[in-house]
């Protein structure tokens, strides 16, 4: 059974998924991950015929935990401010919406419909308050959880509240020195002296303890989240017994998932910089196959992502699936992998193969002859407006992540290339067949396959010819392709020409 569909199959009544992140850098690939399970999670529960609701929690109370490399220096004096009280980078609005609001985008372009909730909302309203009393009043039990679980002991009085200096805007200076509802009496490091209401957003509690306060104040029935969270004496322990002994409900279904690594580069984090923000990867592929590269790996094995020869390989993956899918020739898991992925239920297929796309637009210049060239190469009816958005995809992938090896520039026609002996035999016995051979890429493959058997070369050989001929390197994309979108006349009048250059 498809994992998400074994998760939730023993579920029953209304349901509530939450996700959430802390927008204290560009929201990732890697955060795909979390509200991605979270959704498919959401569409599973909605599938079993049970009322499902999704929301997903921005932490901006949060506090800006170090200047991060992608931050001016002048950004230290914020280090311990509440995410939502920072200027952004960018000089407009605030920080965390600053990296939130180019994840709403995503969000909608990937058919995700989570309800967005701010933390400072769920505080500044009064919807934690008696969480938060609660958790004041028992707070030795708590301590005792805390110690328990995760073996540290905990010095002096400890109150589970972190009250925002109204002073000089920190959140991680302040310490409580006495609570009575609904007022926590602090001091800060700076000298001041003053009191927070833990019916507005004055201050917020430490994350182990806010996470299952989330749960009983929300109602949460599932929660995916990050194997740090999940390890032994991690937050999701500490969380439970607090559900359990505090607050007398049962913690979330937990659905624990592994990173997604960059290939050769690692585990993405938006602090350290090595990430690709989730709101440039979308213009680079398609929302659905965003979609697949999640769902396809069981959560509890990490992904590799690889945004550059990797990516071609994903479309073909998806593209097998989508195939199979179409012509019902699918087993369960594959077939919950493409619902779960697409978001229009018709859309079934791409316009145009995504490598045979990438060949093309090197080729050509205007789309109107990149669309003639497509509708050369297929029998299918082609959707116009589906085919531009793919040449979008594939100019920003071409730009931004393509390697070398897959970039090719047709030569000038005065760009001529230095041909050996072998060359030229090569070419000549080509130009000899090629009156009699139908011009389609498969019987090109075929006449460079012969032509080099004939002259007793070996295939790779012949093939290298070409590409040097035509785009002055050793490799270059496949070549029956290539030659029969650069058509029949271009290729017999190039080959013509370099030949003719010495004779
Ligand atoms: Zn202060």
Redesign the pocket.
């Known amino acids: 059974m498809f994992w998400a569909d074994a998760a939730v199959k023993d579920l029953i009544g209304e349901q509530r998924i939450s996700t959430g992140i802390s927008p204290s850098g560009p929201i990732h690939v890697g955060n795909m991950r979390e509200i991605l399970t979270g959704d498919i999670l959401y569409k599973a529960v909605i599938k079993r015929g049970l009322k499902s609701d999704f929301i997903y929690l921005c932490d901006d109370m949060d506090p800006l935990r170090k200047v991060y490399p992608f931050l001016d220096q002048s950004y230290s004096k914020y280090v311990g401010f509440p995410l939502k009280n920072i200027p952004s980078p960018d000089g407009v609005g605030v920080y965390s919406d600053h990296f939130l609001n180019p994840f709403i985008e995503v969000m909608r372009k990937t058919g995700i419909p989570a309800r967005v909730i701010k933390t400072s909302d769920l505080y500044g309203n009064g919807i934690l308050a008696d969480a938060i009393d609660t958790v004041m009043e028992r707070r030795s039990e708590i301590k005792d959880i805390l110690e328990k679980i995760t073996g540290r002991m905990i010095e002096g009085d400890f109150y589970p509240y972190e009250p925002l200096?109204?002073?000089?805007?920190?959140i991680n200076?302040?310490s409580v020195i006495s609570y009575k509802y609904p007022y926590a009496e602090y001091t800060?490091?700076?000298?001041?002296h003053g009191f927070a209401d833990i019916r507005r957003a004055e201050g917020k509690m430490p994350w182990r303890i806010e996470w299952p306060a989330k749960w009983y104040a929300l109602k949460v029935s599932i929660e995916p989240f990050g194997k740090d969270h999940g390890a032994p004496g991690g937050s999701y322990d500490t969380g439970k017994r607090i559900a359990r002994e505090i607050f007398g409900i049962e913690p979330p279904l937990p659905l624990v998932y592994e990173r997604i690594m960059l290939k050769g580069k690692g585990a993405m984090h938006s602090s350290t910089g090595l990430a690709i923000p989730a709101s440039e990867i979308i213009d680079v592929m398609p929302p659905e196959l965003l979609r697949f590269l999640i769902a396809r790996v069981n959560p509890s094995r990490h992904i590799d992502f690889d945004p550059g020869l990797g990516l071609l390989n994903l479309f073909d993956e998806f593209e097998r699936y989508l195939n199979k899918y179409r012509e019902g020739d699918i087993d369960g898991d594959s077939k919950a992998i493409i619902e779960y992925s697409l978001i229009e239920k018709e859309k079934l297929s791409y316009p145009i193969d995504f490598r045979h796309l990438i060949t093309l637009i090197q080729i050509y210049q205007k789309k109107e002859d990149i669309l003639r060239a497509a509708m050369a190469s297929t029998k299918d009816q082609l959707d116009e407006s589906a085919l531009y958005d793919e040449i979008k995809y594939a100019k920003n992938w071409l730009e931004r992540y393509a390697p070398d090896n897959v970039k090719f520039k047709l030569l000038a026609i005065d760009e001529k290339a230095e041909l050996s002996d072998q060359d030229r035999a090569i070419l000549s016995k080509f130009l000899e067949v090629s009156n009699s051979m139908a011009w389609d890429s498969n019987e090109i493959h075929s006449t460079v396959h012969n032509v080099a058997k004939d002259l007793g070369i070996g295939p790779d050989a012949a093939f290298s010819t070409f590409y040097k001929v035509f785009i002055g390197k050793e490799r270059g994309p496949r070549l029956g392709y290539f030659l029969f979108n650069l058509g029949k006349d271009f290729t017999i009048a190039r080959i013509k020409s370099v030949l003719g250059g010495n004779s």
């Not at 800060?188 to 001041?192: N, P």
Request: positive net charge; glycine residues 16%; aromatic residues 0%.
């Open positions: 200096c109204e002073k000089c805007g920190r200076s302040t800060c490091k700076c000298g001041h």
